[in-house]
Each structure stands twice: as C-alpha cells, then as structure tokens.
C-alpha cells in the first residue's frame, strides 16, 4: 500500500466531490470582480505573502479566484476545458485522489511565495494558470490517444497538445533568467509566472513519479478491473438483467439497460472488437487496441 492509499483509507471521506464545479463557480465570481472592480482582487484577494504573513490568511483560499481570462469567449472555453478535464480526473481517481492533487499544487504555490517573499522582500502574485495548465500533463497521461479538435477542425492527440503544454512551461521558467525580464513590472510578472510553472511541474512530478497511480488508475485498468468484477459478481448485482437478458452493456460502466431506460448505447468504430459503450462514456473513453 503506497502513500497515497494509506490518506485516501484515513481521510478519503473528507474528500470533496466534484471539486472542479466549485472551482469552476470560484472563477465565475472573480469573473465578475473583474468586471466590477478590478482592482479589489489585487488589494483583498490575490497572493500577497507578505499579506499573508500579518495575517490576511484568507488569501491562501481567495487567489484561486483570479479568472483565466478577461476574455468573455475565452473564459466560457477556458472553463468548459478545465471542467472537463476534472471531472474526466476525477472519474479515473476518484475524488479524494484528485481534491489531493488540485490541493497539494495550491499549498506548493502558497510554500513558493512565502518562500520567495521571505528571501527577497517582494510579494510574487501567484495565480492558478499553470496549476491548471499542470491538470492537462495529467489528463495526457491518462488519455494519450484522446483527440482534441483545435479551432474546432483540425483533430490532434491529446499527447501532442501536452508536449506543446510541456514547451510552454519551459519557456515560461527559462524567461525568468533572460536579462530583458530582470526588472520592473513586466520581471515581476514574468518571475511570478515562473515560480508558478516551476511549483505546478514538480507537483505533477511528484504525483505520477512517486506515486506511481496514473498508470494503475488508465482507462485500460480500469476497464479490466470492472470486468473482472462484473465476470466475478456473474451479473449478480442486476436481478433482472441477469433474468431477462440484457441486451446493452457500457463497456466502462457496466451499466445496461435496465439501470437506466433513458440510456443509449453505441459500438465504438475505433476499438479493436464489439465493445460497447453508454451515451457518457462513447466520447470519453480510451480506445482498446
């Protein structure tokens, strides 16, 4: 048993279910602030160590509402992706696994401006941009093969938007040290944004290297799991289709008919063999090769 089973055994029922809809809704309210009054997030809400440090602990929660965008169009996208993808993480992890990793990339990026404050003086505004943009690295390593529509035409595997997303994080960290971003605003900025990239990198290092559990947590596993578990129970746990005699059965769920009359299932074209799928998981799922 890893590490991370032991907290999940100990404090998997304080976990938080859903935790991207409430982060989703967070955004939202900045959204507005933005709108109403921009200046209210920078002198209340944002990271602020310094701040922090005399007591204004409530940032350590509130920074999290800096919106993705200033953008309206960009910020109904910007949500929908990062709503997808943790609830996507979410299903695959379960809900403790992934409040654990969300949280441990905010309390890196609360540790780094403290850290940074405490050396240099200056209060860094950490956002939560990059600790999104990490929630891709790990989407990518459990959909791999997933396809993307870019400017809703051209399709592109979710691997290859990550090597694009790891190029960015690089860039991102290697500016910091470029003598043009040394100094004023547009140094802080960029610096800020380095120490977030930096902190939102190791804290996927440290969740898929040490622990291990993306790969015992892939759709495939998954997958296997259920069915060995549907194999073992013998239908058991559904009476009546055992009965009767299901005739649709979601490949991922196990879910037939009969659990659900309003269900619709389709064969996947892509899967190497008759596997079926419900309308929720048809569009979601990794394909078996």
């Known amino acids: 048993m890893n590490w991370i089973q032991k907290l999940e055994r100990k ?6 279910h859903n935790l991207m809809y409430y982060i989703i809704i967070l955004y939202g309210i900045g959204f507005v602030i933005s709108l109403v009054k921009p200046e209210f997030y920078y002198q209340y809400l944002s990271m602020d160590a310094g701040a922090i440090l005399h007591g204004q602990i409530w940032r350590i929660v509130t920074f999290l509402m800096q919106p993705p965008s200033s953008s ?11 709503y997808m993808i943790g609830q996507h993480l979410e299903a695959s992890w379960g809900a403790f696994r992934f409040n654990l990793y969300f949280f441990t990339g905010v309390l890196f ?25 990490s929630l891709f690295f790990a989407f990518a390593a459990m959909y791999p093969d997933m396809e993307f529509l870019v400017f809703f035409i051209l399709p592109i595997k979710v691997k290859w938007l990550a090597i694009l997303d790891g190029v960015l994080f690089g860039y991102t960290i290697l500016q910091a040290f470029l003598p043009a971003y040394s100094t004023g605003i547009m140094g802080l900025i960029t610096k800020s944004n380095a120490i977030a990239a930096g902190v ?7 969740f898929y290297f040490l622990s291990r559990n993306f790969k015992v947590h892939s759709p495939k596993q998954i997958h296997r799991r259920r ?11 559904n009476p009546e289709a055992k009965a009767v005699g299901a005739k649709h059965r ?10 659900d009359p309003n269900l619709e299932f ?15 998981h048809l569009f979601t799922h990794e394909h078996i090769k």
Do not use: W
């Not at 169009?73 to 992706?81: D, E, G, H, N, S």
């Open 109 to 133: 990026h609360v540790i780094a401006a403290i850290i940074a404050y405490l050396i240099t003086g200056i209060s860094f505004p950490l956002g939560t941009g990059y600790l999104n943009l």
């Open 250 to 259: 979601c490949s991922v769920c196990g879910r037939t008919e009969f659990d």
């Open 266 to 280: 389709r064969y996947c074209s892509k899967c190497n063999g008759a596997y079926e799928y419900c309308q929720e």
């Open 200 to 206: 939102s990198i190791l804290n996927f290092v440290i």
């Open 227 to 237: 069915q060995f578990q549907r194999d073992i129970r013998n239908a058991n746990v």
């Open 72 to 82: 309206p169009i960009f910020m109904v996208f910007a949500l929908y992706l990062y």
């Open 11 to 16: 404090f998997g029922r304080y976990a938080i």
